[in-house]
């Protein structure tokens, strides 16, 4: 079974969106995508209404949700592979 708890995060796989348990605050993951700006804007938008650690939660959870290593990697793969080769 996937995880859905993150500290005092909740994720709502029906809204697709995470729920801050204490505050009642909800992050539409809809509206984030992939970017990694927007999540550095989201999180940076945050620091100064949650802890450190709910913050370190939120970017534990974010990162178990996209998986963005696996983005990269396969960006890079695709970058890489349509690349022309050297002569």
């Known amino acids: ?3 859905t708890k993150w ?3 909740k994720l709502n796989p029906s809204a697709w969106t995470l729920i801050h348990r204490e505050s009642g ?3 539409d993951l809809k509206t984030m995508g992939t970017s990694s700006f927007m999540m ?3 999180v940076s938008k945050m620091r ?3 802890s ?3 913050i370190g939660y939120l970017i534990e959870a974010l990162d178990d949700i ?3 290593a696996a983005d990269l990697c396969s960006i ?3 970058i890489i592979g349509s690349m022309p080769e050297s002569p």
């Open 40 to 42: 550095i804007f989201q």
């Open 1 to 3: 079974m996937p995880k």
């Open 48 to 50: 100064t209404t949650f």
């Open 7 to 9: 500290g005092t995060w």
């Open 76 to 78: 890079s793969t695709k």
């Open 52 to 54: 450190r650690e709910d």
């Open 66 to 68: 996209f998986d963005p």
């Open 25 to 27: 605050y909800e992050l």
